[in-house]
């Protein structure tokens, strides 16, 4: 088959501006890994999740959370409300606009829930590897952000991304090792159920690996609360507190909130504080 020469300059134009924004894209990203990796020493970096149909809280956690001038956010997902959502996208970025540092995401259940909305997704977020589950380090800490919402593996870390995990952490040689999935292991420590223990063969496979290789802690979101708890030897953070409706009381995690973490050479230390800026929590994690 033929085209007319104009077609084909369509064509050439199509190719060269997809191939110009991958380009923009993998540079922005490059720049981001780079100016982290300048940090020597002690930085701070904020954890937050769960922040879909909640927008004025989210507006507010983020400024809370900016004041406080992180090295970088993380966000354990559920950043909008329905997956493959355009509009919801559009409507996340406009908020999320005060984040002026590197600002990492988490495959949440209402990111992405099939091989469609999984494309959109990798469409609006510029982050590293294949962007649905990828890891960067920072000074003696390496950062592992999970998927436990991928197409046909739901509610599992299981083929090629445990096959990854595996090399990953078994390679390292961080003194820190921070890991962020949306679906907590151990979501009963208030009664709840449905994470990843629906599968609990590849759960505590996951788990065991984590304890092994000496995982500093484990954040989860999902679960709208937040909750601070070691399961079988390994730490889990739950902090599912940035907008979504809350489902716990107040005196069992149910509050709006962000964690502030610092890492300080071989100390690593947290707090949790809620929208009324109170302190609801303070720890220092286990070095190794």
Known sequence: MTYPKKSLLVIALVLFAYSSAYAAQAQAIGQKLASLE??????????????RSGDDVYKKVLGMVM????????NVGDQIIHPGNLSEWDNFWKLSGPVNVPYF?????HDANNKKSEDLYKEQVDLPGNELYYSFTIGNSLFIVLDTYFTDQNKKITAEQYAWLEKLIETTDRRHKFVFLHHPLYPDGLGFSGCLDAYPKERDRLQKLFVKHRVTTVFAGHLHLYL??????????????????????????GFYHFVLMTVDGGKVS????DIDNNVKDKFILSSH
């Open 38 to 51: 300048k940090i020597n020493g002690k930085f701070t970096f904020a954890v937050i999740g769960d922040n």
């Open 67 to 74: 004041e406080r001038r992180p090295d970088f956010v993380i």
């Open 105 to 109: 995401l988490t495959v949440g259940n």
């Open 228 to 253: 601070r708890k070691t399961f079988n030897g390994m730490s889990q953070i739950i902090t599912g507190g940035a907008g979504a409706p809350l489902i716990a009381y107040e005196e069992l995690g």
């Open 270 to 273: 947290g707090e949790v504080i």
